[in-house]
Each structure stands twice: as C-alpha cells, then as structure tokens.
C-alpha cells in the first residue's frame, strides 16, 4: 500500500513538472514574441520622433519660408539650406561654439534635403553620425523654395537619428 | 483446497488486469492534460500572429506622409507651365481649359509633373499608395492599393472653384 501511495507521489509530481515545463516554455515564447513587438513599436516612436523633428525644422528662422513675415508649412527656403549647410560644416571642423549650439538641438544626427522637382539637388544640412542607426529613413515632404526665382520645387527631408 | 488455490489465483489475476487497466487510464489522463495545454498554447499563440496590430506610431506616419505630400505638391510650381502652381493647373484641367500650357494641355501637365514627383518619391520608397483627383482623370496606383485595400491611411486636399471645390486623396495603404 505504502508503495502504491509513492508511486502515485512520483506520478502527480511528475504532471506537475511537466505542466510546469509547458507553461514556462510557453511563457518563453511569449515573452519573446513580447519583446520583438516592443522593439517594433519603440523603433516606430522614435520614426514618429522624426517626423516632428522634421517639422519643426521648417519652422527654423534658419530655414523657413516666409513671404511678409508668414511662415509657410513644411517649406525650407534654398538659400538658407545652402548657408546654413555651409555654416555648421565650418563650425564642426574648426570646432566654434556654431556647431556645439546646432549639436545640443540635433545630437548624433544626420539631415539631407533632396530636391525631386523640377531638377534633382542634394543639400546636406547636418552631418554628425554615431555609431548605431537608431531610426529608418523616414521621408518628410517639403517644398523648397528659391527666391531668386520666387518659386516652389518638390523636396523630401531625410533625418536619421544615431546613437 | 485446490479450489480454494484457484480461486486465490483468479483473484490476483483480476486485481493485476484492473491495476493494469487503471494505470492506463491514467496515463491517457496525463495525456489528455499535456494535449489540451499544447493545444491551448497554440491557439493563444496563432490568435496573436494573425491579429494585426493596431500600430498607432505606423498610422501617424502614413497619415504625416500623406497629409504633407498633398499639401507640398499642390503649391510646387510646374516649370513646363510658365511656373504657374500646381494647384492653379488642377483648377484649369477641371474647368477644361486647353491652350495654357503651350502645346500641351493643363490636364496633361500636371499628369506628368505628378507622375515625375510620385516617380521619384513614393514608388521609389516603396509605399503602396493611391492617388486620385476627383473631377479629372488623374489617378495613380502603386503595389495594388485599390479602393477596396485595409488598413489605409488617407490624406485630403481642398482645391477651391468658384463655384465648388477640387478635391485630391491620397490613400496610404498598409504593408
């Protein structure tokens, strides 16, 4: 009797531990398929992140456009790209305060402006990668406009954030 | 006492095939158990995979996409028309005038300029997207996002006539 009893002891363990096996193996695979939705949705945040950071860039005096005193939505003007670009290169490579102030607003970062119409262009704004890319190319559209000709061409800002 | 010798036999015979039967019984039990947690794991886990998430950060995007594409497109001026907007040419293509943009007509620039900017953007990215311009036959499709797709987000622009309003959509549509 006394054997009997043991071995229905080992039996009901032995359920036990492999229910309990199951669930924690269960409970693995969730916690995996957890965390890749996670990483998915805090890449997506940060994606967000530059969308309005690429708003906001629009609304720089250093680049907006503004006809009497109106800034215009998600419009950069040419000139000032082109002045801008050329300021924050100097300043990083002769390490002036310019650049120290555009790295506290932008840190590890890197902004290009490419014109699609009516010709292609390239504009380099800010160019200071780390080592890791943390975000995708996220495209923002933007007019640019020139004021030599009063017109506005098609443009798309790319920002890409680093570690 | 030989009878009572088989019936001693008998006995141990039954009580060996009925804990025979009854460790059975539980071994089908535990069978049962590990069955029905599997089973259970698996649909929780195929319920999961199939589900599609509602990714708000995804949609925004989309819609960021979308909402500024129409607007920056609008208000591009189109060097093959006399630098005239965008906006301006979707105005004559709808109110059917011909002679403004030299040879070609105001429908067929803004068409190529559209076709040009998209070109280069959107289909170049990827996205599936669809374009269309209510009042005139523009239309551009990409990775088959018809009228019927899910999940898409959708960007609008007011053109205003005098009288009545042009409007454009631009529908983003999930991957």
């Known amino acids: ?163 | 006492m030989n009878n009572n010798i088989d019936d001693m036999h008998n006995m141990n015979t039954k009580r060996k095939r009925m804990l025979r039967k009854k460790a059975q019984l539980e071994m089908i039990g535990l069978m049962m158990i590990v069955i029905i947690v599997i089973v259970g794991l698996l649909i929780f886990l195929v319920y999961k995979l199939t589900t599609p998430t509602q990714n708000v950060q995804k949609r925004y995007i989309d819609k960021e996409i979308a909402t500024n594409m129409l607007i920056t497109l609008t208000n591009t001026h189109v060097k093959e028309c006399h630098d005239r907007r965008l906006s301006e040419l979707i105005v004559d293509c709808v109110k059917s005038y011909s002679a403004m943009c030299g040879d070609q007509t105001p429908c067929e620039v803004a068409n190529k300029t559209i076709f040009t900017i998209l070109n280069n953007t959107l289909v170049e990215w990827d996205i599936s997207f669809n374009l269309s311009i209510k009042r005139t036959d523009i239309t551009f499709s990409n990775l088959g996002c018809g009228p019927h797709a899910k999940a898409k987000e959708r960007g609008f622009e007011i053109i205003p006539l005098n009288p009545g309003y042009v409007e454009m959509i631009l529908d983003i549509c999930g991957k």
């Open chain 1, 1 to 163: 009797m006394k054997k009997k009893a043991q071995i229905q002891m080992t039996e009901t363990i032995f359920v036990v531990f492999i229910i309990l096996i199951i669930i924690m193996l269960g409970f693995v695979v969730y916690s995996k398929y957890q965390q890749g939705v996670l990483e998915n949705i805090m890449k997506q945040r940060r994606n967000e992140e530059v969308i309005k950071t690429g708003q906001r860039l629009s609304s720089w005096p250093e680049l907006e456009c503004s006809v009497a005193g109106i800034t215009e939505f998600a419009c950069l003007d040419v000139a000032k790209i082109q002045v801008i670009s050329d300021f924050i290169n100097e300043s990083k490579h002769k390490s002036k305060y310019g650049f120290n102030y555009y790295y506290d607003l932008l840190k590890n970062s890197k902004i290009t402006v490419k014109q699609v119409y009516p010709f292609e262009e390239e504009w380099v704004l800010y160019d200071n990668p780390g080592i890791t890319q943390r975000t995708d190319r996220v495209p923002v559209p933007v007019n640019l406009y020139d004021p030599i000709t009063e017109t506005y061409g098609f443009g798309v800002l790319e920002l890409l954030i680093y570690e």
